[in-house]
């Protein structure tokens, strides 16, 4: 089954830092460009950031020079470095994959909240 | 940046009805743009890729037409499980989702 699991949510305070984690299974990762997306309590969807295959990085201006996506093919694994978290930050976490050939998102991690408050 | 916009915010309907929702960029995206569908406390779902494409497994009531700057997402006869909200998102340039539509019962 073609499955993505994200990890690493919880509660962290202004400033701080926080390192997500995705799992993903049933499917050759090291093939797909993979994506973050988070969704506020009651709001839409942003998009995060994204990596290609080649390890080439994309990010919106909002979280550009604090979050650093990565991914590492030998685990199947994408992770979401998350540094000098501001409340607006928080959010429900997803990671996504892009479907082939095109930056269509077929497949959806379940969530991860992430909740920066002091 | 390109910035979505998608009318209306909300709709009611009932079971049966045909629903269109519109997108609109603010610049020429030519044909990269998808729609999903998401359910409360539930993950998005690709419905329609490339503006036109029907995904996988995905009912023939959704379809999608459009290219350059506008798009309509159709439900040909809305379901009941079809109740939840709708996005748009291209991916020209990086990528951005338009703020949503909520389809609820009437």
């Known amino acids: 089954e073609v499955q993505l699991v994200e990890s690493g949510g919880g509660l962290v305070q202004p400033g701080g830092s926080l390192r997500l984690s995705c799992a993903a299974s049933?499917?050759?990762?090291?093939?797909?460009?993979m994506h973050w997306v988070r969704q506020a309590t009651g709001k839409g969807l942003e998009w995060v950031s994204t990596?290609?295959?080649?390890?080439?990085?994309y990010y919106p201006v909002s979280v550009k020079g604090r979050f650093t996506i990565s991914r590492e093919n030998v685990k199947d694994s994408l992770y979401l470095q998350m540094n000098s978290l501001r409340v607006e930050d928080t959010a429900v976490y997803y990671c996504?994959?892009?479907?082939?050939?095109?930056?269509?998102?077929?497949?959806w991690g379940q969530g991860t909240m992430v909740t920066v408050s002091s | 940046d390109i910035q979505m916009t998608q009318s209306p915010s909300s709709l009611s309907a009932s079971v049966g009805d045909r629903v269109t929702i519109t997108c609109q960029a603010s610049?020429?995206?030519?044909?990269?743009l998808n729609w999903y569908q998401q359910k409360p406390g539930k993950a998005p779902k690709l419905l329609i890729y490339?503006?036109?494409n029907l995904e996988t497994g995905v009912p023939s009531r959704f379809s999608g037409r459009g290219s350059g700057t506008d798009f309509t997402f159709t439900i040909s006869s809305l379901q009941p499980e079809d109740f939840a909200t709708y996005y748009c998102q291209q991916y020209d340039n990086l990528w951005a989702f338009g703020p949503g539509t909520k389809v609820d019962v009437k």
């Open positions: 996504a994959r892009a479907k082939y050939d095109t930056d269509a998102l077929d497949i």
């Open positions: 610049q020429d995206i030519s044909n990269y």
């Open positions: 049933g499917f050759t990762f090291s093939s797909y460009d």
């Open positions: 490339d503006a036109s």
């Open positions: 990596i290609g295959t080649t390890g080439d990085t």
